[in-house]
């Protein structure tokens, strides 16, 4: 039986290579995210490593900002006073200390006024403290005056600047113009750490520009001295300056930066597992089918192979053993293509970011996760198939070509009842039922089940509106025997639509969602925002950008301009709780902005420490009118603040909004946002082109009328569209393989027939258009489906958010039209190959095909 059953694998060559294809996708996605983040793990290993290589002991002030999980640029903006360093020297066993003024945030302008720009690594502004066994100038010298800095390599490059230029440089203050006097590098002829982008002033000026106070700095580097250990350093320099500061070795600092990364990598591998799972959810709709077919063609065989003495168990494993063969090969071929394309990426990343790369490795859990999901899935795909092959009557299925098509009935009470059960997990996650992990298993879990409900009752769908759809087609004679060729099996034809109806719905219903949220941005600017011209800019992993304050004050002198407000952004602790803060200096112009009422109290500061609340952040911090709260930002003491009003709820603003006189306590004392409001009368275009005048010495940031800045946030939601987009490709293409696996062995199924339609006189163009039609029908169906599953879904996530601010239900229909569209492209192109091998059917052996 088993010589048997290989025999017969091995005679069907493009069966099984079809068949495997979508294991192949499917793994190959699985085994390339592995190999990916352990590359680029055990690179920045080696990268920090290289780091700390110099460092003993390092001391750092322990952050300002105590609250739980606080993680923001403001966690290392605590700094140390001058004199802590002579202390550190004093102790025993130091040999030498370097004091460093270094944060993420100087952002340099580039020879084509733009500020250069990173993929993730940061933009530093250091002090220059001498060359070391790693860092060398390679051109010019060190930066002598205030008015000097020097760059790396990698960032010389980047802004196409050369020693000798002045160079703009933008910090915690507007923009300063510098003198280039040096470019350096590192050891090995790399042009940076990691991709940093580098550039180094002179002490007082990196001081104030970079931590925004003289006479301090951000870290200590201890070397320690011969005969002594940096852990006994480390213990005594911690005893020497008390539990205020932080002292670790050089290897903690690196194992901790590299745990820090390596939970970043995590949560990027989880997404490219999760799109890898959708593509093997897809696949297992493509093996399921392929093994039906096989099941129905090789009735006879498997009739006779009973009829001879074979076992119902022999029969079960003689399919459960071609899916395993299929399985195992698949899963090879897939680790073999992840290897490929986890490596391509890497180099792709290394190259982008100027990490040098370690060596591509193939991590354990690449292998085994590879073996075990691409065997698992093909497996239990054949079950259903494998344990029909076993029920087959030797004597009657002797007698028949192929089995008779079965009722309905359980098939469709079997998803009606899977799919309320994935419509009520949906519904209790998306009602936030549960904790945070609870909710998301909740709605990933009732998303599955729905589609494997849907996929149930699509059979019972799929007559009616197959024979439908192909009405379109039956102006001919080739048309409609296509048609009829698509419904004469609904549970084929189901299962085939099922795996594109799948990636089409993920597509359609993120559509869905992000169109509802463009829609209500929209509308909401419209009917609360009275906001003429909005200053801003895009920001980066520090916060948004920033302007110098002057452009306000001379933007509220501009003929015309009849109100303005500035918004200043900083992290701060609230209590014990972490919390985004705007500092406005005219409160009741801001509030007029957004047409905010006060709900109790009043919408404009009388005194310091004050702050002005939405409801429902009352409502978290317990906080009423008169009430206090105790509020920490980067720099200063504790502010004891007062809530004096509490304005009425508002999808456009919402928040903490602190009194102007806590400005100075943050990080960067500049606004974020400006907002102007013009008179009536007066052209809103003139206004603009003499604001963005203004904002010259200010490349981070832009001026724009409503309409555009409601436009530039809703291009967001169109790149994330993009990138879901192409990671779900794959599930797409997995699915148009269906499509051709179906239609290639159903071609071989109708070898007869095909032969006694050329023998009454069809021709081999005709034959094409037959399973064209055929292929259209099937995938223009599974496209319907997608597009009415993923509509149902969308809409009851924006459901859910509407009291997150996405009000308004809006389809993207022409989105929804090019979707099908591409379906029927699809189904045109994966006819090609079936087509063209039904059109080669020699006459005579086909119609005495058996």
């Keep these: 039986m088993l010589k048997a059953t290989l025999k017969s694998l091995l005679s069907r060559k493009l069966r099984l290579t079809l068949s495997g294809l979508a294991v192949v996708l499917g793994v190959m996605f699985v085994s390339g995210a592995f190999v990916l983040t352990d590359t680029l793990q055990r690179s920045f290993d080696s990268l920090f490593s290289s780091v700390y290589s110099g460092i003993d002991v390092q001391v750092t002030k322990k952050p300002a900002l105590t609250a739980a999980g606080f993680d923001g640029p403001d966690s290392q903006a605590a700094t140390i006073p001058a004199a802590e360093v002579d202390k550190v020297k004093a102790v025993a066993g130091v040999a030498g200390v370097t004091a460093n003024a270094s944060t993420d945030g100087a952002r340099v302008i580039g020879s084509d006024g733009k500020v250069v720009t990173t993929f993730g690594p940061p933009r530093l502004g250091e002090n220059w403290v001498g060359e070391t066994d790693t860092l060398k100038l390679r051109e010019g010298r060190a930066p002598s005056a205030d008015n000097e800095i020097v760059v790396n390599k990698a960032l010389a490059d980047a802004a196409k600047i050369k020693v000798g230029d002045d160079v703009g440089v933008l910090t915690l203050q507007p923009k300063k113009t510098f003198k280039l006097v040096g470019v350096f590098g590192y050891s090995g002829d790399r042009d940076s750490l990691g991709g940093a982008l580098e550039v180094m002033f002179t002490t007082p000026v990196a001081q104030e520009l970079m931590l925004g106070q003289p006479g301090v700095f951000s870290s200590i580097d201890v070397r320690a001295g011969p005969g002594v250990t940096p852990e006994q350093v480390r213990d005594r320099v911690t005893a020497a300056l008390g539990d205020g500061y932080q002292v670790k070795t050089g290897k903690q600092l690196s194992d901790e930066t590299s ?212 009405r379109l087609f039956s102006w001919s004679v080739p048309g409609k025997l296509g048609r009829l060729n698509s419904g004469r099996n609904p549970r084929r034809t189901a299962i085939t639509a099922a795996a594109l109806m799948v990636g089409v719905a993920l597509i359609t219903g993120v559509n869905v969602i992000i169109a509802s949220a463009k829609s209500s941005l929209s509308q909401q600017a419209e009917k609360d925002v009275t906001v003429d011209l909005i200053i801003s800019g895009d920001g980066d992993q520090n916060g948004p950008a920033t302007f110098d304050a002057a452009v306000m004050t001379a933007a509220a002198k501009i003929p015309g301009v009849s109100s303005s407000a500035s918004e200043y952004w900083e992290y701060g602790q609230v209590g014990a709780e972490r919390h985004s803060v705007s500092a406005v200096p005219d409160a009741a112009a801001w509030a007029g902005m957004f047409k905010l009422q006060a709900q ?68 960067i004392q500049q606004p974020s946002w400006g907002y102007l409001k013009v008179a009536a009368g007066t052209a809103v275009a003139g206004v603009q082109q003499q604001v963005d005048a203004l904002l010259k010495d200010n490349p981070e940031v832009s001026v724009a009328n409503r309409a555009e800045y409601v436009a530039a946030q809703s291009a967001q939601f169109d790149q994330l569209l993009t990138m879901i987009q192409m990671l779900l490709a794959l599930a797409i293409l997995i699915a148009i393989l269906g499509i051709i696996n179906t239609l290639a062995l159903s071609v071989l199924e109708r070898t007869r027939e095909l032969g006694l339609l050329r023998a009454v006189g069809m021709r081999r163009g005709q034959t094409m258009r037959m399973v064209t039609v055929e292929a259209v029908v099937i995938s223009v169906f599974g496209g319907l489906l997608g597009v009415a599953v993923g509509v149902g879904l969308g809409s009851s996530v924006v459901q859910a958010l509407k009291g997150d601010g996405i009000t308004q239900l809006a389809f993207p229909w022409s989105q929804m039209a090019t979707y099908l569209a591409y379906a029927a492209l699809a189904g045109v192109i994966a006819a090609v190959l079936p087509s063209i091998r039904a059109a080669r059917v020699n006459v005579l052996q086909a119609i005495a095909h058996d």
């Design 600 to 667: 109790q109290g009043v919408l404009q500061f009388t005194g310091k420490d004050q702050a002005i609340l939405d409801p429902d952040t009352a409502k978290e911090h317990g906080l009423a009118v008169g009430q206090s709260v105790d509020m920490r930002f980067t720099h200063g003491d504790v502010h004891h603040v007062t809530v004096v009003g509490i304005y009425t709820k508002s999808n456009v603003a919402g928040g903490i909004i602190v009194s102007p006189d806590m400005i100075p306590d943050f990080r």
């Design 259 to 470: 745990k820090d990364f390596q939970q970043g990598l995590g949560f990027f591998n989880n997404i490219l597992l999760g799109f890898a799972g959708v593509a093997l959810f897809v696949g297992t709709f493509l093996i399921l089918n392929t093994f039906s077919i096989i099941v129905a063609q090789r009735t006879r065989e498997l009739a006779l192979m009973r009829a001879l003495g074979g076992s119902r168990g022999q029969t079960l494993g003689s399919v459960l053993t071609e899916a395993v063969v299929i399985g195992l090969f698949g899963s090879l071929f897939g680790l073999a293509a992840g290897i490929g394309i986890g490596s391509l990426l890497a180099l792709l990343f290394g190259n982008v970011t100027g990490v040098p790369l370690a060596s591509i490795g193939v991590p354990a859990a690449a292998v085994i996760s590879s073996f075990v999901v691409g065997m698992l899935v093909t497996i239990v795909a054949a079950i259903m198939p494998a344990l029909r092959a076993s029920r087959i009557a030797p004597i009657a299925a002797l007698q028949e070509v192929a089995t008779p098509d079965r009722p309905l009935t359980k098939l469709t009470v079997s998803g009606a009842l899977v799919g309320a059960a994935g419509g009520t997990l949906l519904g209790l996650g998306l009602n936030g039922t549960g904790s945070d992990n609870t909710t998301l298993w909740l709605i990933l879990g009732g998303v599955l089940i729905t589609f494997i409900g849907i996929a149930l009752l699509t059979p019972l769908l799929s007559r009616p509106i197959v024979g439908l759809l192909g």
